[in-house]
T-cell receptor
Framework: GQNIDQPTEMTATEGAIVQINCTYQ??????LFWYQQHAGEAPTFLSY????GLEEKGRFSSFLSRSKGYSYLLLKELQMKDSASYLC??????????FGAGTQVVVTP | GAVVSQHPSWVICKSGTSVKIECRSL??????MFWYRQFPKQSLMLMAT?????????EQGVEKDKFLINHASLTLSTLTVTSAHPEDSSFYIC????????????FGPGTRLTVT
C-alpha cells in the first residue's frame, strides 16, 4: 500500500512564499503529481516529477527526492486566488493515483 | 485539448433509487478512466479503474454491485450508484488517460450527489 503525508493547513500573506511538503511510502512509484483544488471543483494539474530534482513552472516549483520519499511544492508571489487545497498524489506502476489528504493554503491580505 | 466532461454536474435523488453519472473524453480517446469519490474536507479516494471493453477493477472496500461501471467506448464511461443511501452523498470525479499511455490523468469537473 501507500502512505502519503502532507500538512493539513498553511497560512501565508499575499506576495509571500509557501512550501508544502509531502512524504510518501509506496510499494511502487511511477511519478508524483501536485494538484490544486478549489472547493467544489475538480483538481487541476500543477506539476509532475518522476526524476529527482526541481521542476519550475512560473510561480510554482516542485521538487522530488525518490530516495527520501519526499517532495515539496513551492508557491511564490502568493496571490489571493492561490487560496485552495493542494493535493500530493503518487502514481503506482499500474498508473493508479493515491492522493494525500491535501493541504489547505490560506492566503491573507 | 484533453477535456473531460461529466454529466450531471449535480443531482439530488431519493433513498433507494439509482443514479447514473457519465464521464466523457471530448477530444481524445481514453482507454482507461478512473472513478474517485471525495467526501467533504477529505481527499480523493480511488473507487475503480475502468478499461474500455473490459470489466472495471474495484479498489478494496468498494462494492462492485452497488457502484456499476461501464466503459462501453473509448470516450464514455458511466458510474451507476444503485439503491442509493444518504451515506453515498459525495462528490464523484472521473479522470481519463489518453490512448497513448500519457502519464497524466485529465479530470472531469465532478458530480455532486445528494441522497435524501
Amino acid at each position: 500500500g501507500q502512505n502519503i503525508d502532507q500538512p493539513t493547513e498553511m497560512t501565508a500573506t499575499e506576495g509571500a512564499i509557501v512550501q508544502i511538503n509531502c512524504t510518501y511510502q509506496t510499494s511502487g512509484f511511477n511519478g508524483l503529481f501536485w494538484y490544486q483544488q478549489h472547493a467544489g471543483e475538480a483538481p487541476t494539474f500543477l506539476s509532475y516529477n518522476v526524476l529527482d530534482g526541481l521542476e519550475e513552472k512560473g510561480r510554482f516549483s516542485s521538487f522530488l527526492s525518490r530516495s527520501k520519499g519526499y517532495s515539496y511544492l513551492l508557491l511564490k508571489e502568493l496571490q489571493m486566488k492561490d487560496s485552495a487545497s493542494y493535493l500530493c498524489a503518487v502514481q503506482d506502476s499500474w498508473g493508479k493515483l493515491q492522493f494525500g489528504a491535501g493541504t489547505q493554503v490560506v492566503v491573507t491580505p | 485539448g484533453a477535456v473531460v466532461s461529466q454529466h450531471p454536474s449535480w443531482v439530488i435523488c431519493k433513498s433507494g433509487t439509482s443514479v447514473k453519472i457519465e464521464c466523457r473524453s471530448l477530444d481524445f480517446q481514453a482507454t482507461t478512466m478512473f472513478w474517485y469519490r471525495q467526501f467533504p474536507k477529505q481527499s480523493l479516494m480511488l473507487m475503480a479503474t475502468s478499461n474500455e471493453g473490459s470489466k472495471a477493477t474495484y479498489e478494496q472496500g468498494v462494492e462492485k454491485d452497488k457502484f456499476l461501471i461501464n466503459h462501453a467506448s473509448l470516450t464514455l464511461s458511466t458510474l451507476t450508484v444503485t439503491s442509493a443511501h444518504p451515506e453515498d452523498s459525495s462528490f464523484y470525479i472521473c479522470s481519463a488517460r489518453t490512448e497513448t499511455g500519457d502519464t497524466e490523468q485529465y479530470f472531469g469537473p465532478g458530480t455532486r450527489l445528494t441522497v435524501t
